[in-house]
């Protein structure tokens, strides 16, 4: 699975995604709200591939460290504030444990098979967690895939309109007067 990770307004790259018969190819977007002292930043691009995600392999299954630190080892992606991403598969008749810092957000998106997690979820189904503790999986009778993702909260007030994400309505209308008159990189 390749990964982009992109900034504030950085849609001007033209893509060229090359998809091979047979091949299932799935994609998940994620877009990471900055904190308020950095939502004028310039904009950057981040683009991972595959062999530069690192993979942990157990007896539960694979572990694909996209970003922050699973089990020692670091994933690629870098943020803005901290967070930890990671592409879980899990064995049929497995579990796993994910520790996640304490206070933190987190969630879990199953995108295939199904897992028990304090409840059953099935494919298509997104888990959000407390923001204390160890995250559950476990599985019977199929493997599931899971896109697991938890960051610091930026604890900070939320704006939205349109494409932007601020912290107030002023700053959302603000944005749209940026856009409209040009002023963005």
């Known amino acids: 699975m390749d990964l982009e990770a992109r900034y504030f307004f950085q849609d001007n790259r033209e893509e060229k995604i090359q998809y091979h018969p047979g091949c299932l190819v799935r994609g998940f977007q994620l877009w990471l709200n900055l904190p308020k002292k950095k939502k004028m930043i310039d904009p950057a691009y981040q683009d991972i591939h595959t062999e530069m995600i690192p993979v942990i392999h157990d007896q539960n299954g694979s572990f694909k460290i996209i970003s922050g630190t699973y089990k020692g080892t670091t994933g690629p992606g870098k943020s803005h504030s901290p967070v930890f991403i990671m592409d879980i598969h899990i064995?049929?008749?497995?579990?796993?444990?994910?520790?996640?810092?304490?206070?933190?957000?987190?969630?879990?998106?199953?995108?295939?098979?199904?897992?028990?997690?304090d409840q059953y979820l099935?494919?298509?189904?997104?888990?959000?967690?407390?923001?204390?503790?160890?995250?559950?999986?476990?599985?019977?009778?199929?493997?599931a895939g899971i896109f697991f993702a938890a960051g610091e909260p930026l604890n900070?007030?939320?704006?939205?309109?349109?494409?932007?994400?601020?912290?107030?309505?002023?700053?959302?209308?603000?944005?749209?007067?940026?856009?409209q008159e040009g002023n963005f990189k």
Not at 133 to 140: A, S
Not at 160 to 173: C, D, H, K, Q, S
């Open 122 to 143: 099935s494919k298509g189904q997104l888990a959000v967690y407390g923001m204390e503790g160890k995250i559950y999986y476990k599985t019977e009778d199929n493997a």
């Open 91 to 117: 064995h049929k008749n497995s579990e796993c444990v994910i520790p996640i810092s304490s206070g933190w957000n987190s969630f879990g998106f199953i995108y295939e098979g199904n897992v028990c997690s």
């Open 156 to 179: 900070e007030p939320i704006a939205r309109g349109g494409p932007f994400v601020m912290n107030t309505r002023e700053e959302i209308l603000q944005a749209f007067s940026d856009y």
